[in-house]
């Protein structure tokens, strides 16, 4: 996961009408994403939703995957908190079921905790994953998590840890943040999460993206891991942001592909339903010239 890995989809989680995961839509929307020339696809991120989705539930990912043609390798799979003990457990079956990489959230719940407590959890983690823990994509994304994950504390958790730690997956959309990443760790795959920021971040360095847009337009976010502008992004984040953003995303899917599927979501969240806010959904996704259909 050390290497340049361009994009990645953060892969959106479809739900049948008993808010089961719909594995045929995720494993065929995958495949279509890993066609387009994406090396890996991540599953149950902050835009797939994991946090709602039970472990168990979350369980028959590679066994789903695999049965659809799709290798344990070109899978990354975000795991939760904020027991230490569950999350290194987690941790241990993906690897063991060769998964490509781990993206790992820190604990959650308690708000703002010294990066002392923040290196405890994480070293409870992977010493409970074992020995062979390794491909950690460090997730650093304060606005959810309540947790700031800095330079100097990877840079300890490296040390401790060193065949464990590939990346870390900025999503603070603080670019001096992203800097200092940058900055102290340009071997580690720096991966971002705010398209905005991404092509002047690959320009500086970083690896590519795991990225909520590219389910929508993996074309788009492909020219920006790159390192290449284009002023079609700054103009859909500023219509996607001022909406529930992973909502908003399910619901310009639902357009795209002319399947109303896509719109569901899982508790705490609710779909889009008001008409300017589906108006502003199907303008981002007429802007995005895929209108009625997926992208190819």
């Given at each position: 996961m050390r290497e340049k890995i361009g994009i990645s989809a953060a892969l959106v989680t479809p739900f049948d009408e008993a808010g089961n995961i719909d594995w045929a839509r995720f494993a065929a929307h995958a495949r279509r994403l890993l066609d387009s020339g994406m090396k890996v696809v991540t599953a149950f991120g902050t835009t797939g939703e994991g946090v709602s989705i039970a472990a168990s539930a979350r369980a028959p990912l590679y066994e789903r995957m695999a049965a659809a043609g799709i290798?344990?390798?070109?899978?990354?799979?975000?795991?939760?908190?904020?027991s230490s003990q569950e999350a290194g457990e987690h941790v241990r079956r993906s690897l063991a079921a060769g998964c490509g990489g781990i993206l790992l959230t820190p604990p959650f719940y308690f708000k703002q905790p010294a990066d002392e407590g923040i290196y405890c959890w994480y070293s409870e983690v992977f010493e409970i994953a074992g020995p062979d823990c390794r491909d950690i994509i460090l997730y650093n994304i304060p606005s959810l998590t309540g947790v700031r994950i800095?330079?100097?504390?990877?840079?300890?958790?490296?040390?401790?840890?060193?065949?464990?730690?590939?990346?870390?997956?900025?999503?603070?959309?603080d670019w001096e943040q992203t800097v200092a990443f940058l900055a102290e760790h340009r071997d580690l795959a720096i991966l971002v999460g705010h398209e905005g920021h991404l092509a002047k971040a690959v320009r500086g360095g970083a690896s590519g993206a795991i990225s909520g847009v590219a389910n929508l337009a993996p074309k788009l976010v492909a020219k920006l891991t790159r390192g290449e502008d284009d002023p079609l992004t700054d103009a859909v984040l500023e219509r996607l942001l001022a909406l529930p953003v992973v909502p908003a995303i399910k619901a310009i899917m639902a357009v795209q592909s002319g399947d109303a599927v896509w719109s569901r979501v899982r508790a705490p969240l609710v779909p889009i339903a008001g008409v300017a806010d589906l108006a502003v959904c199907a303008e981002v996704a007429a802007m995005l010239g895929r209108s009625n259909k997926m992208v190819e």
């Open positions: 290798e344990a390798g070109r899978l990354v799979e975000c795991v939760y908190g904020p800095g330079a100097d504390l990877v840079g300890r958790l490296r040390r401790a840890f060193p065949q464990a730690i590939a990346g870390v997956k900025d999503s603070s959309g």
